[in-house]
């Protein structure tokens, strides 16, 4: 019988060695990509819900009163327009103050005139 030698060596390639820093790294570049694509998802959502909102709960002339708030000029604009320009302003981050201040405001105006006191003082009409 013969006897048999062997070495078992594990072969190094540089190409399968794994630095846990770039994989770390990697990982947390993915992550980021994924929050911003579901921020944008949810920017796309709000947006489409905001012009269904206005689409069903405001007329021509409320619209309008809103452009004129946010200084947007409403020059022969249809009503599916002057929603997509609402939407989009209210949808920017940029302009949350001026959009919740607006909000603040519009729903004050409601609720003097829905008073019995102050509705006789109040002569502008929102219609929503």
Wanted: aromatic share 14%.
């Amino acid at each position: 019988m013969n006897n048999l030698d062997y070495n078992i060596k594990e072969k190094i390639n540089n190409e399968n060695n794994i630095d846990i820093n770039e994989l770390i790294k990697e990982i947390d570049e993915q992550h980021e990509e994924l929050i911003q694509k579901l921020n944008n998802d949810d920017n796309y959502d709000n947006y489409y819900a905001l012009q269904i909102y206005y689409k069903t709960n405001y007329n021509i002339k409320t619209l309008a009163y809103i452009l004129d708030y946010y200084k947007i000029n409403k020059h022969k604009l249809r009503k599916d327009e002057m929603i997509q320009l609402i939407a989009m302003y209210e949808n920017d981050k940029n302009n949350i103050e001026i959009v919740e201040r607006r909000r603040r405001l519009w729903e004050n105006f409601k609720e003097l005139n829905n008073d019995s006191f102050f509705s006789k003082f109040i002569i502008f009409d929102i219609a929503n």
